[in-house]
């Protein structure tokens, strides 16, 4: 089981940047999962942001964020990013990093993952 703590939500105006933060720990390596990041509005389900393969070389977006928002991760120090810019309003949401054993893609459905951080706090004023 993977511990996860996101980090770096806050809030910002409409067309700034947040760069979010999700720290692993437990006795596995990060290497070992391919990492996700989801949000969740209110009234709203969770849905899908972005993923990224365990080593890095596969990402794959969501397309209302395509284009503005960028996963990356650092395995050596166990923590996945999320590059948010050209914030829109409809960016506010609770924002949960999610970690799934590597099986060979890159998963994006909610029932995919196993593991949820506490989710933290974007929100984007006009």
């Known amino acids: 089981q993977v511990q996860l703590v996101e980090s770096g939500g806050g809030l910002v105006q409409a067309g700034g940047s947040l760069r979010l933060s999700c720290a692993a720990s437990?006795?596995?390596?990060?290497?070992?999962?391919?990492m996700g990041w989801f949000r969740q509005a209110p009234g709203k389900e969770r849905e899908f942001v972005a993923a990224?393969?365990?080593?890095?070389?596969?990402?794959v977006y969501a397309d209302s964020v395509k284009g503005r928002f960028t996963i990356s991760r650092d395995n050596a120090k166990n923590t996945v990013y999320l590059q948010m810019n050209s914030l829109k309003p409809e960016d506010t949401a609770v924002y949960y990093c999610a970690a799934d054993e590597w099986r060979g893609v890159v998963p994006r459905r909610v029932p995919d993952y196993d593991d949820w951080g506490q989710g933290t706090q974007v929100t984007v004023s006009t």
């Open positions: 990224i393969s365990w080593s890095g070389s596969n990402t």
């Open positions: 437990g006795r596995t390596f990060l290497s070992m999962y391919a």
